[in-house]
């Protein structure tokens, strides 16, 4: 019998839930209300006695000190109310978190028909709001149409005997799962299909695809097993494994480049292999720390004698823009099984994070699916729940906003993980798929949720984007599938495990057949979460929580035993064969036959046009300016604008000290909030050995020259390391690129050709710069399509392009993390230095875009030259002769100044006449190499001595008050109390703290 079990804080208990709901309509809808109050409903659709029932309320539910509950409604008075639950099939975590809970304190399972379904009712007191204005609340606040749905009350239309009512949103497939035989009697009736069922397949796949069914010797093995033209497993299946997001396509493809200002043409095959696999194979060969590369989930590096680490980087773009929480959370529980997915599995120790959105507070025409502000706050939310609710530290993310993200957000997530160098004698970074291992299917069930994301992600967004490729993320049983499977491996019992992400068990499944040399699958034997999914559903749904496992047949028994004992579900689900095919049945039938060599070989490259055009020809010049009168003033605002203010706000969400093990925290400083250059994280606690990770991005840049963006965002990345004691003979590096459309369409990507020669551009720097700097690529991904068509304010629809945006995040081993630095002035007489040239490089960057320009000359990076006093600070870090140490990077000298000076709370005295040929190149130009350190007076001639022959300059003192004092030829720029610019990069988010 179904029960509705309604649970609130007791009144005179702050609810902070609701309290953050009343701050949002406030801010978002500028709709005030003197309370918001929150009730938990749970509707239990079980077999429960009332005796039972009223147990589970009081000692499962309720907090007998904080909350109250009952079984009848709870809502008192209010003037509107807002019920908001999840629309059937989407992963209910709180309800299935009930369900174990329940099963725990009655101690039997409930029936396999019973589940717990979660919401809330919201209360709101406010007067003069209108039904439409609580419509707007419920739609653009409260609830996501795609995942969720709602319910307005008024008090008049509110029983208060009845309540909501028993509202059970089960799914209900009255439908007898079928293959389906597709026809394609020619090409046109291929590409059809292709849009009819959202295949996302190209133009020169059709034909491949076609030809393969029409191979005589194909038609007779296939009528052997009783079929014909290709299954609906079969094209979805091909559709998954030809998609951009999983076969790289755009990455391997042909480029046919043009320099339209030199009249150069070349041919570039295949951007991965030149720039990506070759530089840091020949790399690998030179660095015996680099453990595993580019072939696994993710890449491994010694950290010890005893211990590799592991990292990697992934996006989640498509489905946040869709569905921000949802999004986000899947993106970081997803990236999480990669490690644990590597080698034979690693465990999870740091999540990292970047978000590219558009402005928070955009008041524009154009209208996205999610505002803006309402997407950021759901993306930071789906990554804290992720993190925290995981126990995996969050320590290190970015955010960048711009209105170019308007169209499609990027959403950035990487994880780090950390395995033993030895299982059981052998080397846990090695693993393969044998003939006659088992298939086990480990962790959550197969849903309709997930279905098309590798496809959807391989599409511009737009009005026909498909809602089921979104999915909810479950921390909860995802920790309880780690913690399993890292037992399993020191026992010996994992010979290969991958993660099931993008394409679901077909590329989970697909893919390391390929070592066996063939499978056979049983789709009716995978766990379902509801009956009635198609085989091809089954086959390529993205739901979560799932891990593919090779388990030898004599270990089978052991490994089930396990997974029992720790509560996870591992189902046998098929085998390895050495047949050369992939062989799908139901139900004893089959229902796809594919030969496995047909993905590897058979499909030519895609192939594009890329002209490139310089800058100069773009009509991009440098804006012709007269010297500022009030470069204090400027600086003040630089500080508060949104990519160089505070992030406090949301750095503070995330949990970075659940496992004990950070060195250098992401706020730093005397009152720890001021970001650091990098985050330093200790895995063994019994070991000063330590591992720093920074992160850096320039989309800016690129408006000038792709190649010069990706340059600037790895030196950045390797200064940042340096600047917390990182080492340059141990920089491992993890390239994400998110890029627009680059097929030219004289109608629908007229500057298709543009894009790909940027793209082009942007991996030969990162060819170029990873062997100057001796960065091998451990890791990366690659999503394309960060395009949008929006509507605007005469119902048109506008095309948005992101900016071509690389994510590059480096990582490096400490030996002695006594050793880290950090960037907050120390001590008032201590001497300020800076270190590298400032050249007048201000194209793409924070000053002239606070003045409306984008600039010419975008900072150019000199690795060979930087190099040599790299090298001199890492050894000034090593003698322990810096105080503090600090890259300059975006907004320039004048900011990171400010930094430093904000970070130790103390003033500062400096004289910028000598560090360029003009006041604004010297305290806003960008250039790249540069450091910002203070040394004690006792230090400095050693100082000194050791960076002889280096850029160096000393700028001043640190003052003993907070005066904040830049002077040129002795005349005062700038002039301002510390307190005064903190206050200033504080308050554009303050009240979000």
Same mark, same amino acid.
């Given at each position: 019998?179904?029960?509705?079990?309604?649970?609130?804080?007791?009144?005179?208990?702050?609810?902070?839930?609701?309290?953050?709901?009343?701050?949002?309509?406030?801010?978002?809808?500028?709709?005030e209300f003197?309370?918001?109050?929150?009730?938990?409903?749970?509707?239990?659709?079980?077999?429960?006695?009332?005796?039972?029932?009223?147990?589970?309320?009081?000692?499962?539910?309720?907090?007998?000190?904080? +909350?109250?509950?009952?079984?009848?409604?709870?809502?008192?008075s209010?003037?509107?109310?807002?019920?908001?639950?999840?629309?059937p099939?989407?992963?209910?975590?709180?309800?299935?978190?009930a369900?174990?809970?329940?099963?725990?304190f009655?101690?039997?399972?409930?029936?396999?028909?019973?589940?717990?379904?979660a919401?809330k009712?919201?209360?709101?007191?406010?007067?003069?709001?209108?039904?439409?204005?609580?419509a707007?609340i419920?739609?653009?606040?409260?609830?996501?149409?795609?995942?969720?749905?709602?319910?307005?009350?008024?008090?008049s239309?509110?029983?208060?005997?009845?309540?909501?009512?028993?509202?059970?949103?089960?799914?209900?497939?009255?439908?007898?799962?079928?293959?389906?035989?597709?026809?394609?009697?020619?090409?046109?009736?291929l590409?059809?299909?292709?849009a009819?069922?959202?295949?996302?397949?190209?133009?020169q796949?059709?034909?491949?695809?076609?030809?393969?069914?029409?191979?005589?010797?194909?038609?007779?093995?296939r009528?052997?097993?009783?079929l014909?033209?290709?299954?609906?497993?079969?094209?979805?299946?091909?559709?998954?494994?030809?998609?951009?997001h999983?076969?790289?396509?755009?990455f391997?493809?042909?480029?046919?480049?043009?320099?339209?200002?030199?009249?150069?043409?070349?041919?570039?095959?295949?951007?991965?292999?030149?720039?990506? +696999?070759?530089?840091?194979l020949?790399?690998?060969?030179?660095?015996?720390?680099?453990?595993?590369?580019?072939?696994?989930?993710?890449?491994?590096?010694?950290?010890?004698?005893e211990?590799?680490?592991?990292?990697?980087?992934?996006?989640?773009?498509?489905?946040?823009?869709?569905?921000?929480?949802?999004?986000?959370l899947?993106?970081?529980?997803?990236?999480?099984?990669?490690?644990?997915?590597?080698?034979?599995?690693?465990?999870?120790i740091?999540?990292?994070?970047g978000?590219?959105? /558009?402005?928070?507070?955009?008041?524009?025409?154009?209208?996205?699916?999610?505002?803006?502000?309402?997407?950021?706050?759901?993306?930071? &939310? /789906?990554?804290?729940?992720?993190?925290?609710?995981? /126990?995996?530290?969050?320590?290190?993310?970015?955010?960048?906003?711009?209105?170019?993200y308007l169209?499609?957000?990027?959403?950035?997530?990487?994880?780090?993980?950390?395995?033993?160098?030895?299982?059981?004698?052998?080397?846990?970074?090695?693993?393969?798929?044998?003939?006659?291992?088992?298939i086990?299917?480990?962790?959550?069930?197969?849903?309709?949720?997930?279905?098309?994301?590798?496809?959807?992600?391989?599409?511009?967004?737009?009005?026909?984007t498909?809602?089921?490729?979104?999915?909810?993320?479950?921390?909860?049983?995802?920790?309880?599938?780690?913690?399993?499977?890292?037992?399993?491996?020191?026992?010996?019992?994992?010979?290969?495990?991958?993660?099931c992400?993008?394409?679901?068990?077909?590329?989970?499944?697909? &893919?390391?057949?390929?070592?066996?040399?063939?499978?056979?699958?049983?789709?009716?034997?995978v766990?379902?979460?509801?009956?009635?999914l198609?085989?091809?559903?089954i086959?390529?749904?993205?739901?979560?929580?799932?891990?593919?496992?090779?388990?030898?047949?004599?270990?089978?028994?052991?490994?089930?035993?396990?997974?029992?004992?720790?509560?996870?579900?591992?189902?046998?689900?098929?085998?390895?064969?050495?047949?050369?095919?992939?062989?799908?049945?139901?139900?004893?039938?089959?229902?796809?036959y594919?030969?496995?060599?047909?993905?590897?070989?058979?499909?030519?490259?895609?192939?594009? &046009?890329?002209?490139?055009t310089?800058?100069?020809?773009?009509?991009?010049?440098?804006?012709?300016?007269?010297?500022?009168?009030?470069?204090?003033?400027?600086?003040?605002?630089?500080?508060?604008r949104?990519?160089?203010?505070?992030?406090e706000w949301?750095?503070?969400?995330?949990?970075?000290?659940?496992?004990?093990?950070?060195v250098?925290?992401?706020?730093?400083?005397?009152?720890?909030?001021?970001?650091?250059?990098?985050?330093?994280?200790?895995?063994?606690?019994?070991?000063?050995r330590?591992?720093a990770?920074?992160?850096?991005?320039?989309?800016?840049?690129?408006?000038?020259?792709?190649?010069?963006?990706?340059?600037?965002?790895?030196?950045?990345?390797?200064?940042?390391?340096?600047?917390?004691?990182?080492?340059?003979?141990?920089?491992?590096?993890?390239?994400?690129?998110?890029?627009?459309?680059?097929?030219?369409?004289?109608?629908?990507?007229?500057?298709?050709?543009?894009?790909?020669a940027?793209?082009?551009?942007?991996?030969?720097?990162?060819?170029?710069?990873?062997?100057?700097?001796?960065?091998?690529?451990?890791?990366?991904?690659?999503?394309?399509?960060?395009?949008?068509?929006?509507?605007?304010?005469?119902?048109?629809?506008?095309?948005?392009?992101?900016?071509?945006?690389?994510?590059?995040?480096?990582?490096?081993?400490?030996?002695?993390?006594?050793?880290?630095?950090?960037?907050?002035?120390?001590?008032? /007489?201590d001497?300020?230095?800076?270190?590298?040239?400032?050249?007048?490089?201000?194209?793409?960057?924070?000053?002239?875009?606070?003045?409306?320009?984008?600039g010419?000359?975008?900072?150019?990076?000199?690795?060979?030259?930087?190099?040599?006093?790299?090298?001199?600070?890492?050894?000034?870090?090593?003698?322990?002769?810096?105080?503090?140490?600090?890259?300059?990077?975006?907004?320039?000298?004048?900011?990171?100044?400010?930094?430093?000076?904000?970070?130790g709370?103390?003033?500062?005295?400096?004289?910028?006449?000598?560090?360029?040929?003009s006041?604004?190149?010297?305290?806003?130009?960008?250039?790249?190499?540069?450091?910002?350190?203070?040394?004690?007076?006792?230090?400095?001639?050693?100082? +000194?001595?050791?960076?002889?022959?280096?850029?160096?300059?000393?700028?001043?003192?640190?003052?003993?008050?907070?005066?904040?004092?830049?002077?040129?030829?002795?005349?005062?720029?700038?002039?301002?109390?510390?307190?005064?610019l903190?206050?200033?990069?504080?308050?554009?988010?303050?009240?979000?703290?």
């Amino acid at each position: 019998m179904p029960a509705r079990l309604e649970i609130m804080l007791r009144p005179e208990l702050p609810d902070a839930e609701g309290e953050s709901i009343r701050r949002k309509a406030k801010e978002y809808f500028g709709l005030e209300f003197s309370q918001v109050r929150v009730i938990q409903v749970l509707t239990l659709d079980t077999d429960l006695s009332q005796q039972e029932l009223e147990a589970i309320r009081c000692e499962v539910f309720t907090n007998p000190v904080t +909350e109250l509950s009952s079984y009848r409604p709870l809502a008192g008075s209010f003037d509107w109310a807002v019920w908001v639950g999840l629309r059937p099939g989407v992963r209910d975590n709180p309800g299935a978190t009930a369900v174990e809970a329940i099963q725990a304190f009655i101690g039997r399972l409930l029936a396999p028909e019973a589940a717990v379904y979660a919401s809330k009712l919201i209360l709101f007191v406010g007067n003069g709001i209108s039904q439409a204005d609580m419509a707007t609340i419920a739609q653009q606040l409260l609830a996501n149409d795609i995942i969720q749905q709602f319910r307005i009350f008024s008090p008049s239309g509110w029983d208060s005997e009845v309540g909501l009512g028993i509202i059970i949103p089960k799914v209900q497939l009255d439908h007898q799962p079928t293959v389906t035989t597709l026809s394609i009697d020619s090409l046109e009736t291929l590409k059809r299909l292709s849009a009819e069922r959202h295949l996302a397949l190209q133009e020169q796949d059709a034909p491949i695809i076609r030809e393969y069914y029409l191979r005589p010797e194909v038609q007779v093995r296939r009528a052997a097993l009783g079929l014909g033209p290709p299954t609906d497993v079969e094209l979805e299946y091909l559709a998954q494994a030809r998609s951009d997001h999983c076969n790289h396509n755009t990455f391997r493809g042909m480029f046919d480049y043009h320099d339209l200002a030199s009249g150069e043409r070349l041919t570039v095959n295949n951007l991965f292999k030149t720039c990506i +696999e070759q530089p840091t194979l020949a790399l690998a060969q030179q660095k015996p720390w680099v453990a595993s590369v580019l072939w696994d989930n993710a890449g491994a590096g010694s950290f010890d004698e005893e211990w590799n680490y592991v990292i990697t980087g992934e996006t989640h773009n498509s489905p946040s823009n869709m569905e921000a929480y949802g999004g986000s959370l899947t993106g970081i529980v997803g990236v999480y099984r990669d490690p644990l997915g590597t080698g034979r599995a690693a465990k999870l120790i740091a999540g990292l994070y970047g978000f590219c959105v /558009g402005p928070r507070d955009y008041q524009g025409s154009l209208r996205p699916h999610l505002h803006p502000r309402r997407l950021l706050d759901g993306v930071i &939310e /789906g990554v804290k729940d992720g993190g925290n609710k995981s /126990g995996i530290p969050t320590p290190l993310g970015t955010v960048y906003f711009n209105e170019c993200y308007l169209g499609k957000c990027l959403v950035f997530v990487a994880a780090i993980g950390f395995m033993p160098k030895q299982v059981k004698g052998t080397d846990a970074t090695q693993k393969t798929t044998s003939p006659g291992d088992l298939i086990f299917m480990c962790g959550g069930r197969v849903g309709k949720d997930g279905i098309h994301g590798v496809t959807a992600s391989s599409e511009v967004f737009g009005a026909h984007t498909p809602a089921g490729h979104v999915q909810i993320g479950d921390p909860y049983t995802q920790k309880k599938m780690h913690d399993f499977l890292l037992e399993a491996r020191d026992l010996g019992y994992i010979a290969f495990i991958t993660d099931c992400g993008g394409g679901g068990l077909s590329s989970a499944v697909g &893919e390391s057949a390929r070592f066996a040399g063939g499978c056979e699958v049983w789709l009716d034997k995978v766990p379902l979460k509801y009956q009635g999914l198609d085989q091809w559903e089954i086959w390529i749904s993205e739901s979560q929580e799932r891990m593919v496992v090779a388990v030898r047949p004599e270990h089978a028994s052991d490994f089930q035993r396990l997974a029992a004992k720790q509560a996870v579900e591992a189902t046998n689900i098929g085998r390895y064969t050495d047949t050369g095919v992939l062989h799908l049945l139901y139900a004893g039938q089959s229902c796809a036959y594919i030969d496995l060599k047909f993905l590897e070989s058979d499909f030519p490259p895609w192939r594009f &046009e890329a002209d490139w055009t310089p800058p100069e020809q773009r009509g991009l010049t440098e804006p012709v300016l007269g010297e500022p009168t009030d470069h204090t003033r400027i600086l003040r605002t630089l500080l508060a604008r949104p990519n160089i203010c505070s992030r406090e706000w949301i750095i503070r969400q995330y949990d970075h000290e659940v496992q004990g093990n950070s060195v250098i925290k992401p706020l730093v400083g005397k009152s720890a909030d001021i970001p650091s250059d990098a985050v330093v994280i200790r895995p063994r606690p019994d070991s000063n050995r330590a591992l720093a990770v920074s992160m850096a991005l320039h989309p800016a840049y690129g408006q000038v020259d792709a190649y010069h963006m990706t340059a600037a965002s790895i030196d950045e990345a390797v200064r940042r390391l340096l600047a917390v004691g990182g080492r340059l003979d141990h920089l491992g590096g993890v390239d994400n690129f998110c890029w627009p459309s680059i097929r030219f369409d004289p109608e629908k990507n007229p500057d298709g050709r543009f894009k790909a020669a940027q793209l082009v551009r942007a991996n030969w720097a990162l060819r170029d710069y990873c062997l100057a700097y001796g960065i091998p690529l451990l890791s990366g991904k690659d999503s394309m399509y960060i395009d949008g068509h929006l509507p605007g304010r005469f119902g048109e629809t506008h095309k948005i392009s992101g900016f071509p945006t690389l994510l590059f995040t480096a990582v490096s081993v400490i030996p002695d993390a006594t050793q880290c630095l950090t960037l907050d002035l120390k001590e008032p /007489g201590d001497y300020i230095y800076l270190l590298g040239e400032t050249r007048p490089e201000l194209g793409g960057s924070e000053f002239y875009e606070l003045l409306g320009y984008v600039g010419l000359r975008v900072p150019q990076t000199q690795a060979g030259d930087f190099l040599t006093y790299y090298q001199k600070v890492e050894a000034c870090i090593e003698a322990g002769l810096l105080a503090s140490c600090h890259g300059i990077y975006r907004g320039g000298l004048a900011v990171h100044l400010a930094m430093a000076a904000m970070a130790g709370e103390l003033g500062l005295e400096v004289e910028l006449a000598a560090a360029a040929g003009s006041a604004i190149a010297a305290l806003y130009s960008e250039s790249t190499g540069r450091f910002l350190v203070s040394v004690a007076p006792g230090d400095q001639e050693r100082f +000194e001595a050791l960076m002889q022959g280096s850029p160096l300059l000393q700028l001043g003192r640190v003052r003993s008050d907070d005066h904040f004092l830049v002077t040129w030829n002795g005349q005062p720029l700038i002039q301002a109390d510390v307190r005064e610019l903190k206050a200033d990069w504080r308050q554009r988010f303050a009240e979000l703290i």
